[in-house]
């Protein structure tokens, strides 16, 4: 067979661009949510530009892609950047190309926004209208400033009822840190431990009983997929059966049934904010400074890598106010 003939058969096995993008990601070490939105983001791209595939394209079309995203899309502008990175990580990681025209790129500039706060009276009327496991997973984001997939991912063997801390494992950017574990929720969360207990037992019965684990650990102890510790401490209600292996598995509780929970339980509370479940780490942190806490304790605790990221928590200090009187009010002075 001659070279010219060998041509369209190589081609035909290079993996598509998809899979090549899949492939960098997974061995660069990105988090699936990170490979989700990328992938996704760059379909979109070349959806936009008519299915021309990406290394026959360049500056141009990615500022023209990100331009319609902001003009006809009206995006915000943390979202113009996510649809930047996937484009840039695309040309730099997978095509291996060099981008002079990068410097020509207008990103997106993101205003700093003052976070929603909800007051303690506010926090404990929303927790009043929460029962069950997803009242405890609210206590423990407003309690140890979990952010919810923390909250969701929980195991175990990361909780330590000795020392009173939470382990968070591959939190935002992939690091661990250690969280509170609040007092007022120690007796809950055993409650709720004691269930997943009797739970696992039940699976193991019948031949269930399994987990999902990082890495490669499964390949390495074929077993701990069914070990105690290594179950999640909100399991969901309902088991899966893992493709690859063949295991009968119970994922942790969906985010989304938290946050539907909590929605619900703020519009009973008739509270006036747009408060989700990421407000009780905001409502978290702005308390922790009320009290007198410094900013570098809360930054360790909300595991933030710089603590310019924890100072936008200082604007909406009510303490700071506390003597200031507005001009206002003197003016009805009798």
């Given at each position: 067979?001659?070279s010219?003939e ?5 081609a035909?096995r290079?993996?598509?661009?998809l899979d090549?993008v899949r492939?960098?990601m ?6 699936r ?6 992938l996704g983001?760059?379909?979109r791209f ?5 299915m021309?595939?990406p ?10 892609f990100?331009?319609?995203?902001a003009?006809r899309g009206r995006?915000s502008a943390?979202?113009?950047?996510q649809?930047l990175a996937?484009?840039?990580?695309l040309?730099?990681r ?7 025209w990068?410097?020509?790129?207008v ?9 929603v706060?909800l007051?303690r009276?506010?926090?404990r009327l ?5 029962v069950g496991?997803q ?12 952010r919810?997939?923390?909250c969701c991912?929980l195991?175990?063997?990361d909780?330590?009822?000795a ?5 968070v ?8 840190r250690v969280?509170l574990l609040?007092q007022?929720?120690r007796?809950d969360l055993?409650c709720?431990l ?5 739970q696992?037992a039940?699976?193991?019965k019948?031949n269930?009983g399994?987990v ?5 650990l499964?390949r390495k102890?074929p077993?701990?997929g069914?070990?105690?510790?290594w179950?999640?401490?909100f399991?969901a ?5 893992d ?7 119970r994922?942790h ?7 539907r929970a909590?929605k ?6 008739e509270?006036g904010k747009a408060?989700?479940?990421?407000t ?9 400074l009320?009290?007198?806490?410094d900013i570098?304790?809360?930054?360790k605790?909300?595991?933030h890598k710089n ?5 936008i928590y200082?604007h909406?200090?009510?303490s700071?106010?506390a ?7 003197r003016?009805?002075?009798?």
């Amino acid at each position: 067979m001659t070279s010219g003939e060998n041509q369209p058969l190589q081609a035909s096995r290079r993996p598509k661009l998809l899979d090549q993008v899949r492939a960098v990601m997974r061995l660069r070490r990105c988090s699936r949510r990170t490979e989700e939105a990328y992938l996704g983001w760059i379909k979109r791209f070349i959806v936009h530009h008519g299915m021309q595939h990406p290394a026959q394209m360049g500056g141009r079309e990615v500022a023209e892609f990100l331009t319609s995203l902001a003009v006809r899309g009206r995006v915000s502008a943390s979202t113009q950047n996510q649809a930047l990175a996937a484009l840039l990580f695309l040309y730099r990681r997978v095509l291996e190309q060099n981008l002079p025209w990068m410097r020509d790129i207008v990103r997106a500039r993101r205003p700093p926004r003052i976070p929603v706060v909800l007051t303690r009276q506010e926090v404990r009327l929303m927790l009043d209208g929460l029962v069950g496991m997803q009242r405890l997973m609210a206590l423990l984001m407003y309690g140890a400033g979990l952010r919810l997939l923390e909250c969701c991912r929980l195991r175990v063997k990361d909780i330590d009822f000795a020392t009173n801390q939470i382990t968070v494992r591959c939190g935002k950017g992939s690091l661990d840190r250690v969280a509170l574990l609040p007092q007022v929720a120690r007796s809950d969360l055993a409650c709720q431990l004691e269930v997943v207990r009797r739970q696992h037992a039940r699976d193991l019965k019948q031949n269930a009983g399994w987990v999902e684990l990082p890495d490669a650990l499964a390949r390495k102890y074929p077993a701990a997929g069914r070990e105690w510790h290594w179950q999640w401490c909100f399991p969901a209600t309902r088991f899966y059966v893992d493709k690859e292996t063949g295991q009968r598995r119970r994922h942790h509780l969906h985010e989304s049934a938290v946050q539907r929970a909590v929605k619900q339980a703020v519009i009973r509370a008739e509270i006036g904010k747009a408060a989700s479940c990421h407000t009780l780490r905001h409502s978290f942190a702005t308390h922790l400074l009320e009290d007198g806490y410094d900013i570098r304790t809360v930054q360790k605790l909300l595991g933030h890598k710089n603590v310019s990221t924890t100072m936008i928590y200082t604007h909406v200090l009510s303490s700071r106010w506390a003597g200031v009187r507005s001009p206002a009010d003197r003016v009805f002075d009798t």
